[in-house]
């Protein structure tokens, strides 16, 4: 359980690299830091019965990552968890909802551009 916390920890230094507006970095590398935090994730979870909450937390700690991979997914897997979250994690629900934000605009922006609507102060 302790491995698990330590990937978990991990995967979300490495999303706060990806996300980072301090560092000039370029897409291919934000790219890199969500796929590497995208491991973490997976292996926080490998072999191991969450509780609900931590389980919810990593799927949408996965979604946040995608934003950078694949936005189109990251959307996908927030509406799946959507409801449960609601339900069982309230106070989820509003990062899940920039989350999408963050992807819908992913999604309209040329894929080599940055993205200038992620803030530092926002809580991934």
Same mark, same amino acid.
């Given at each position: 359980?302790?491995?698990? =916390?330590?990937?978990?920890?991990?995967?979300?230094?490495?999303?706060?690299?990806?996300?980072?507006?301090?560092?000039?970095?370029?897409?291919?590398?934000?790219?890199?830091?969500?796929?590497?935090?995208?491991?973490?994730?997976?292996?926080?979870?490998?072999? #191991?019965?969450? #509780?609900?909450?931590?389980?919810l937390l990593t799927q949408v700690s996965e979604a946040q990552?995608?934003?950078?991979?694949?936005?189109?997914?990251?959307i996908r897997r927030i509406e799946l968890i959507w409801n449960?979250?609601?339900?069982? @994690?309230?106070?989820?629900?509003?990062?899940?909802?920039?989350? #999408?934000? =963050?992807?819908?605009?992913?999604? =309209?922006?040329?894929?080599?551009?940055?993205?200038?609507?992620?803030?530092?102060?926002?809580? @991934?």
């Amino acid at each position: 359980e302790s491995l698990q =916390m330590i990937d978990y920890t991990e995967g979300e230094g490495l999303k706060r690299l990806a996300f980072s507006l301090r560092k000039e970095l370029a897409l291919a590398r934000r790219i890199e830091y969500a796929m590497r935090a995208l491991d973490c994730f997976k292996r926080s979870n490998h072999g #191991v019965e969450l #509780v609900i909450s931590q389980r919810l937390l990593t799927q949408v700690s996965e979604a946040q990552c995608l934003v950078w991979i694949d936005p189109e997914e990251a959307i996908r897997r927030i509406e799946l968890i959507w409801n449960e979250a609601a339900l069982y @994690f309230p106070a989820l629900v509003d990062k899940m909802k920039r989350t #999408v934000q =963050m992807a819908r605009k992913r999604l =309209m922006v040329r894929k080599s551009e940055p993205l200038p609507l992620f803030h530092l102060h926002a809580p @991934f």
